[in-house]
């Protein structure tokens, strides 16, 4: 559209263009210099082998993401080339920092200067620049993330059904790649159609109109969660089914769900959590001295002495034996859900003394002879002096210990976002909020040791929250002033 300014016709459809053209290329720039500088394709022993074997033979991890292989192998496979993957995750990591830079402006309202520090802070985030190298699921994770936040937000603008099953469309894709966000779709779920429908505006629509026009109006917030709930469980239910077709086995999102939930509540297990007196008494072996020790929880789930290796010796089937153990933890989460809480809580604080020099990110185990193998022959590449020294991005990695902290205080500073917004703001405020809270409790609740690699969808948000925060002073100041002296008032 045209205007008139100072006697000059301007156009703002172009400059705004050219605005989001130069900033593209700002962060093209920058993520390119840092991929020429450090192009080492980089493995976490365990996880990047699973997703490797599931890309060459199509085989079904039971305890991993199986979509990352067949990514891996769409991409890499073809080219024979690791390289290839590195450029995809690069792209992906500038579709972050556009995303970034988007969402503030569009949503929030953000100033452009703004807007476009944060997008060229997150092209140099430590997190991003590392993942963007590891054979890993991160970086696709995070798109898909941020698909799932982009299609939630538009329906927060336009409520339709269509954008909606968009959403949980993304969210398929984005469990099939990490299950821990499980807990952030199922929240967002009912959360999204409840602040589309529920806020004043929409509340008090016309009610004139044809009968079944004013039934919808006045039973849409119902209509859609009900829905969104509709499709959380039939979209899910079909994953689950998938996930048993390709790999032979009944419905579910993982087959060894079960052993990380015992081994990550392991300090908490009791005797009693069992049904058979044979596992009565292994669970009473977690009595020993050091049994219980948070740090020992890694153990009790790959350790050969660990709890679920000898839970898997007793009862032979791997199958049988997970749902054992998934009843197990089942009873202990009903039995003390207070002591459950503790746990994620002493979880989270282990972040805070974590050593950053012991982080897996920072391993240098030499590669398995099969694996530095299938990567020369698949993928014409030399593994095998991979571990001698740290790379770039690593070392940048282990220089950015304080950012950690900073990202472990996000839900704290996504509910001071929440309070400080302007009133029109304060839905989308409140979907990062819970972004934010559901994914680092996620890992919190069932991790079975600590790795700051577990940060890294909390990393964007944090930064989305910093803009929020630092985006306009005087208002933030005086809203949170207003905000203590009602608080003392009461």
Avoid at 262 to 276: F, K, R, T, V
Avoid at 359 to 368: E, G, Y
């Amino acid at each position: 559209m045209m205007r008139q300014r100072d006697g000059k016709i301007s156009c703002p459809g172009p400059w705004r263009l050219r605005k989001w053209l130069a900033l593209a290329g700002l962060v093209v720039a920058i993520k390119s210099a840092f991929l020429l500088l450090d192009h080492q394709p980089l493995f976490l022993l365990g996880d990047s082998a699973t997703y490797l074997v599931t890309a060459l033979e199509k085989a079904i991890p039971p305890d991993r993401s199986f979509s990352y292989g067949f990514f891996v192998r769409r991409v890499a496979l073809k080219s024979s080339s690791l390289e290839s993957l590195l450029l995809a995750q690069t792209l992906g990591g500038v579709f972050a920092c556009l995303s970034l830079a988007f969402i503030l402006t569009r949503w929030f309202q953000v100033a452009w200067p703004l807007a476009c520090l944060a997008a060229l802070l997150c092209s140099m985030e430590p997190l991003q620049l590392v993942f963007e190298r590891f054979v890993m699921t991160e970086s696709v994770t995070l798109v898909a993330l941020l698909l799932t936040l982009l299609a939630a937000l538009s329906y927060l603008d336009r409520p339709r059904l269509r954008t909606l099953f968009g959403f949980h469309l993304a969210g398929i894709a984005l469990i099939s790649l990490r299950l821990g966000d499980l807990a952030f779709l199922a929240g967002a779920a009912v959360l999204v159609p409840w602040m589309a429908w529920s806020h004043t505006g929409r509340a008090a629509a016309p009610t004139r109109g044809s009968a079944p026009a004013v039934w919808w109006r006045r039973h849409a917030l119902w209509a859609h969660l009900a829905f969104s709930l509709l499709c959380l469980v039939t979209l899910h239910g079909t994953y689950r089914h998938l996930n048993g077709y390709l790999s032979g086995k009944p419905p579910a999102y993982l087959y060894e769900d079960g052993f990380f939930k015992l081994a990550a509540w392991a300090p908490i297990l009791e005797p009693g959590d069992a049904w058979d007196p044979s596992t009565e008494a292994l669970l009473a072996t977690l009595k020993e001295p050091g049994q219980r020790k948070l740090s020992q929880r890694l153990v009790h789930r790959w350790g050969e002495e660990g709890l679920v290796a000898r839970l898997r010796e007793l009862h032979g089937d791997p199958q049988e034996a997970n749902q054992v153990a998934n009843r197990i933890a089942h009873r202990a989460a009903q039995r003390a859900p207070g002591q459950l809480l503790v746990l994620a809580w002493s979880t989270y604080w282990g972040y805070w003394t974590a050593s950053i020099e012991d982080d897996a990110v920072l391993q240098r185990t030499p590669l398995p002879d099969d694996l530095v193998s299938w990567l020369g022959q698949r993928f014409q590449y030399d593994a095998s002096s991979l571990r001698q020294r740290l790379t770039l991005s690593q070392r940048y990695f282990q220089l950015a210990h304080p950012w950690f902290f900073l990202i472990l205080l996000s839900p704290f500073l996504g509910i001071i976002a929440v309070l400080l917004v302007p009133a029109e703001q304060r839905r989308p405020a409140l979907l990062v909020c819970w972004a934010a809270i559901s994914l680092l409790a996620s890992f919190c609740l069932f991790s079975t040791g600590w790795s700051f690699r577990h940060l890294h969808q909390n990393g964007w948000l944090t930064l989305l929250i910093l803009s929020l925060l630092c985006r306009n002073p005087t208002l933030r100041y005086g809203r949170a002033s207003g905000f203590i002296r009602r608080l003392v008032a009461r």
